[in-house]
């Protein structure tokens, strides 16, 4: 399986890419040079992803699906409603989520409880039975002056969005969860 990263630095990232590196069944390949259908896993501000999908329109049928760390359907840790890694750069965020890649979203409600929320896009991977998810429409709020960088699902709406590209994470089967992660560090 081929794999490609948009983490921006941290402990926690370092600690993903140390993880993902002793899989034998990943490679992993920057994301300006896949030429074969690729998961992408972010943790950061959605920029760089944002960037290049605008410069290049054929970069969407190279990537199946992206794994985001980040957003919220309930609470958030920069305001009220948004999460960090959206709210950092809302207008790149509201061009992936709109892009029509498939997206399973690792939100804050649910990573919140993990010591290290950077992994769950690797467990999902090896393991995506222990995840409960629901698919839904999201939209980034990007002119708010107090929701700006908020996610708006449609979740528990009457009113449903045209488009629904994303598998939001609603719940982890912690046991499991724990015993996949053993394996991995």
Do not use: W
């Not at 804050?108 to 409960?132: C, M, W």
């Not at 009457?158 to 394996?183: G, P, R, S, W």
Request: net charge negative; proline share 3%; charged share 25%.
């Amino acid at each position: 399986m081929k794999v490609s990263l948009s983490l921006e630095y941290s402990e926690d990232n370092q600690e993903l890419l140390r993880a993902i590196k002793k899989q034998e069944g990943i490679e992993l390949t920057d994301l300006t040079e896949m030429t074969e259908k690729t998961t992408v896993i972010t943790n950061g501000p959605l920029t760089e992803l944002g960037d290049l999908l605008l410069k290049d329109f054929t970069l969407k049928n190279r990537i199946d699906r992206i794994l985001l760390v980040g957003g919220t359907d309930a609470y958030g840790d920069v305001t009220v409603r948004a999460e960090r890694n959206i709210h950092a750069d809302p207008e790149s965020a509201q061009h992936v989520f709109l892009s029509g890649i498939p997206i399973v979203m690792f939100g804050l409600n649910v990573t919140g409880q993990l010591d290290n929320r950077a992994l769950a896009p690797l467990v999902y991977l090896l393991k995506p039975e222990i995840f409960e998810s629901e698919e839904c429409g999201v939209f980034v709020e990007t002119q708010g002056k107090i929701t700006r960088g908020s996610t708006v699902t449609d979740l528990y709406s009457d009113k449903q969005f045209a488009d629904h590209y994303v598998q939001l994470i609603k719940n982890i089967n912690m046991e499991e969860y724990e015993k996949v992660l053993e394996e991995l560090l």
